[in-house]
Each structure stands twice: as structure tokens, then as C-alpha cells.
């Protein structure tokens, strides 16, 4: 039921306009004595040459009533429209509170590969790919709540002269025993060093290379090395992920375009798009006025680029998507926009189905994290930290709560990646333990607190008789609101698919918080009235559903108790 449109409909059948030119002029009016949606006639003039009050009689003479539409009147050249609350009520209800609400089958038979966390090895998980892994997972879960197929790649940077470096550093000064208690930061701190003293002699540069080129030709001493730091930071990631909640259906990281590289550089060779540069291999691009695209290194090296080339191909081949998209900072916009440029000359026309979904910087409120590792902030640090925070509140406001410890990780993780997408994925996000905890504000907290709310109040209603509804009991403005916020989850989730925009789900899910709580401060719920509190608690019961499946979507838990 999309009253806009089913308004717009009823009025495009009396006159020749097409619908979607009356959709974009329907009104939701900010008096509700101007009904609830209104049509101003005046840009029909032009088209239709008349006054715009006489059309706007016209079509009250004709136009044949929506059934949701209880009555319609005009106001100078506006048609207002009036809605039968409670039949609207409960045609929402009814929809509302099944178990598949807010699905839909749009992506059915297509496929959409998303890369996203993709983490470097050997390096810790900081804050910055905090970002990429919540906002990837939750258009993972959108795309898949609108009937697609969802890949989710975890391309790992886990290939390059760094590795090289690393395991120059661990010949020199590692220890086996400090690397396995100490794990990534070991490697960290070899790495760091190889970098200074890199400074002073540069021939360990060299030496290196000469590692990372018996790696690429699969040298065993070289590659049992490197395996062994690949273990031992997914062990990391995964425990991060874990916390998390989230997941991937394949860890295809840089390293496993090694042997596919070759037949790279052998097509870009045949299709004449490869040029020498300084001793380096490259593609030009400045017929669309960007930097070329450097495919081999003057040591013969591959990069970044080159495996993102193999990468692509592969996705195409192993999953044929119909969408790939990439979630990554907005400073590789450059090295993205290369890319599709590279695969288009190639003469992949699906180079037009691969999307950069860029996002804004992560910032610290200064002073306000307790540890920090030259300058990067533990993902795994910063979540113990917001479970650390949520407990203190939850032994401040309700001691008592069951199950305190699991609440505290459900609801401080939940407000982390709710933080993270609240605003526009565009916009920088800021950590505010103040803020993200605040549980009456635009929060996570907020949502998961109202969620828990509906639950009690759906456990002491007990077993309800709901065709004993009166539907008229729930037609005052606020239980009308809320019913018109339940009615929209669908097309929300359409909105975030299309924009690749979490955030049009987050923000839904707190509007969708505050007309509830609206409406339970207006109503009393458990009355006697059998009818009345049947209606009632039908509402309750579609929040909770909705509320439930939304947090779920973006990866927030929702707890029953909190
Ligand atoms: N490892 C990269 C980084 O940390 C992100 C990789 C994104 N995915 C890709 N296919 N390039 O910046």
C-alpha cells in the first residue's frame, strides 16, 4: 500500500498526466485540517489550460476514491485528501507483523559481489576499517532483505614489497616466541624497525625485494613465512569479526591473484593498452583526464592496481554479478576510478556495474580513547571499550538486569556500528562515548531500548484474542503516524539498496522509535477494553518486528531485556 502513489493513480485516471508527474507534486500538508496528503493543481494549468481551480473541481467531480481515502475537499486550486485511519490501520498491521515484512524479491536473480573490511595483514585492525566492515555488512544484509544474491569478498591486503620487508625484519630481530604471544603488534614493531634502520642502510631495501620476488615465485622458505603471519592476523581479524557479527563468503585477499597476474599483463599486452614508462608498465588514461595506471613496476613488480584487474575479471567469471561493489575511505576514489577506466578499455561493458561506495574519515574525540598504538586506535581495543562504558550504565540505571554482561556487548557494540551509520556514509564520523551511549538520543541505544520496551509490553499483554480488534482504538494521529512509519520499511530498504546508503535504514529505524514512544506516552496499552487493547498491542508487536528485523539488517543486536 503506497497511499502517495495509489493517490496519484486515482487522479493521473481522470485527467492525461502521467502518474509519476503527480507523484512528485503530492503534498503531506503541515496542518492535518489540510488532510493528510494534498495535490496542488497549478503546474496542470499549463498543461491542461485552465485555471488551476477548475481542474481541481474537475477531478473531484471524477476521480474515484481510493479505498484507504476516507474523504476528499478542496481548498482554492488544492485537492485534499483525507484517510480512513483505521481501515489504513489495519491494512498496515496485518502486513506488518509477518514474519518476511519489508522483503521484497526486486534483486531476484541477480547477483551483487560486495568487497568490504578487506584489512591489511600483518598490520592492526584500526578504526578506519571499522567503517568499511559495518557499512559493507550492512548492505550485505539490505541487498539480501530485497531478493539479490550477496557475495561478501574479504580482499585482504595480504600481497606486496611489504612482505617482503616483514620477512627481512623477522630474519634479522624477530622471535618466534614474542610474535606468537604478541601477534600483529610484534610484527608491527619489527616492521617499524626494518623502516629506521631501512634509513640508514638502504641495501636492506634490496634484500627485501629479493624476499618479496622469492614469495611471487614461490620460494617455500618465503612462503611458510608469510602463511604464518597471514595465520596469525586472520586469528585477529576473526576475533574482531566475531564481535562483529559479521562474516564473508570468501577470503580472497591480494595474494590469490598471484597466479592470475600473468594472463593479466598478457591481455592488456594483446589489447594494445599497455605502454613503457621510465621502465614501468602502464596504462594511459589521460584521454580521461586521469593519471596512467601503472600495471608493472620498473623492478618488475605487480601492484595494487594489477591484482584489482585480476580481481574484477575473476568476480565476473566466478559469480557473473550484476553489481560489484567496492567499500573502501573516499581517498582510493582516484585509484577506483583507474580501475573501472582500465577494465572499460579492455572492453568489459560490466565495468558500468562496478561502484565505488566511498565513505568519510574516522576522528577521535581527542583524550577521550584510554589506548592508543602510535596513533591507530585497536578496533578490538575500542569495542572492549564500549561494552566497558555500556556496563557502567547499565550497573547505574538497572543493577539488576539479567544476563548483564551479554546485554553490555549487545547494546556497547550495537552503539559503535549504529554510530557509524547514522550519518550519510559520506560524512566523517566522530566517536563520542557520550553520544553513541546516550540512550535517548538518535542512537543505537535508543532504538534497542524502545525495541525492548515493545517486548515487555507484548510479555505481560499475555495471550491476546487479535480478532477482537477495533481498529478504531488505534486511529488517533499518533497510532496513525507510527502505522504510517511501519508502512514504509520496504521502501526504505529499496532507498538504501539503490543508494547504497545504510543510513536511510538507521535513520528510518529512530523515526520509527519515536513515533512509537509517542504513541505509548498518548495511549495506554493493557486496558481492559479487550478490543481496544487488542488494536493496541497489534502495534506493538509490528514495532517489535520491525525494530527487530531493522537492527538486524545493519548488524545491531536487539535485545528483549535491556
Ligand atoms: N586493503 C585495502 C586497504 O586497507 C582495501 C582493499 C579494498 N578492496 C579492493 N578490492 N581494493 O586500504
Given at each position: ?29 503541515p ?6 496528503y494534498a ?41 485534499n485528501f ?26 531476484k ?5 560486495i ?39 574479504n ?6 614489497t ?16 614474542s ?30 625485494r629479493?624476499?618479496?620476488?622469492k614469495m611471487?615465485n614461490?620460494?617455500?622458505?618465503a ?5 604464518w ?33 600473468d ?13 613503457k614508462?621510465n ?62 577506466a ?66 553490555a556487548?549487545?547494546v ?14 559520506i ?9 553513541m ?47 504510517k512509519?511501519?508502512?514504509?520499511f ?6 538504501a ?16 522509535s ?43 543486536s ?5
Open positions: 500500500m503506497d497511499f502517495k502513489y495509489d493517490i496519484s493513480a486515482a487522479i493521473a485516471n481522470v485527467i492525461s498526466v502521467d502518474v509519476n508527474d503527480i507523484l512528485n507534486s503530492i503534498e503531506i500538508p496542518d492535518k485540517k489540510m488532510g493528510d495535490f496542488p493543481c497549478f503546474k496542470l494549468a499549463k498543461i491542461l489550460k485552465k485555471p488551476p481551480v477548475d481542474i481541481a473541481n474537475d477531478i473531484l467531480e471524477k476521480i474515484v476514491k481510493p479505498n484507504f481515502v476516507k474523504s476528499i475537499d478542496i481548498k482554492g486550486a488544492y485537492i483525507f484517510a480512513d485511519k483505521s481501515f489504513f490501520v489495519k491494512e498496515v498491521l496485518l502486513k506488518a507483523n509477518d514474519k518476511d515484512y519489508g522483503k521484497s524479491d526486486i534483486g536473480g541477480k547477483t551483487v559481489v568487497d568490504y573490511s578487506s584489512p591489511n595483514i600483518a598490520k592492526p585492525f584500526h578504526v578506519g576499517h571499522l567503517r568499511s566492515t559495518v557499512i559493507g555488512n550492512a548492505l550485505y544484509k539490505i541487498y539480501n532483505a530485497i531478493g539479490y544474491n550477496c557475495v561478501g569478498v580482499h585482504l591486503g595480504d600481497w606486496g611489504q612482505f617482503g620487508k616483514l620477512i627481512s625484519a623477522y630474519k634479522k630481530w624477530g622471535s618466534k616466541e610474535i606468537e604471544k604478541n601477534g600483529i603488534s610484534e610484527l608491527m614493531k619489527i616492521y617499524v624497525k626494518f623502516h629506521d634502520e631501512a634509513e640508514i642502510d638502504p641495501s636492506l631495501n634490496d634484500e627485501a629479493g624476499w618479496f620476488v611471487q614461490g620460494d617455500s622458505e612462503l611458510k613465512l608469510w602463511k603471519f597471514y595465520d596469525l592476523s586472520i586469528k585477529e581479524f576473526e576475533r574482531v569479526y566475531n564481535m562483529l557479527g559479521v562474516k564473508f563468503d570468501a577470503y580472497t585477499g591480494e595474494s590469490f591473484y598471484n597466479d592470475k597476474m594472463a593479466v599483463v598478457e591481455e592488456l599486452k594483446n589489447k594494445e593498452l599497455l605502454k614508462s621502465g614501468a608498465m602502464i596504462v594511459e588514461l589521460d584521454d580521461l583526464d586521469m593519471p596512467p595506471c601503472l600495471i608493472i613496476r620498473s623492478d618488475g613488480g605487480t601492484l595494487y592496481a594489477t591484482r584489482d584487474i585480476a580481481a574484477a575479471i575473476y568476480r565476473k567469471k566466478t559469480y557473473d554479478f550484476d553489481k560489484c561493489l567496492y567499500v573502501t575511505a573516499i581517498d582510493q576514489n582516484l585509484h577506483f576510478a583507474q580501475l573501472f582500465v577494465i572499460k578499455k579492455m572492453g568489459y561493458d560490466w565495468a558500468d556495474n562496478m561502484e565505488h561506495v566511498p565513505f568519510g574519515l574516522v576522528s577521535l574525540e581527542s583524550g577521550k580513547l584510554s589506548t592508543r598504538h602510535g596513533n591507530v586506535v585497536l578496533m578490538e581495543e575500542l569495542l572492549k571499550e564500549a561494552i566497558d562504558e555500556t556496563k557502567r550504565i547499565i550497573d547505574e540505571k538497572n543493577p539488576e538486569l539479567p544476563d548483564k554482561e551479554n546485554v556487548k549487545q556497547g557494540i550495537g552503539a559503535v556500528i549504529f554510530n557509524d551509520l547514522y550519518n550519510g556514509r560524512k566523517d564520523v566522530v566517536f563520542s562515548w557520550k553520544r551511549l546516550n540512550f535517548d538520543g538518535e542512537t543505537g541505544p535508543y532504538v534497542q531500548y524502545t525495541n525492548a520496551r515493545a517486548c515487555s509490553i507484548i510479555k505481560k499483554a499475555g495471550e491476546i484474542d487479535f480478532s477482537k480488534a477495533d481498529y478504531s482504538f488505534v486511529s488517533d494521529e499518533a497510532a496513525f503516524e507510527t502505522c512509519v511501519l508502512n514504509d520496504g521502501k526504505k530498504l529499496i532507498d539498496a539503490n543508494k547504497n546508503e545504510p543510513s536511510i535504514l538507521s535513520r528510518y529505524l529512530v523515526e520509527l519515536q513515533a512509537f514512544n509517542k504513541f505509548y506516552h498518548d495511549n495506554p496499552i493493557l486496558v481492559d477494553d479487550i478490543s481496544a487493547k487488542a488494536a493496541r498491542v497489534e502495534i506493538v508487536k509490528a514495532v517489535n518486528n520491525v525494530l527487530t528485523k531493522g537492527l538486524n539488517i545493519i548488524g545491531v536487539a535485545p528483549e531485556r535491556m
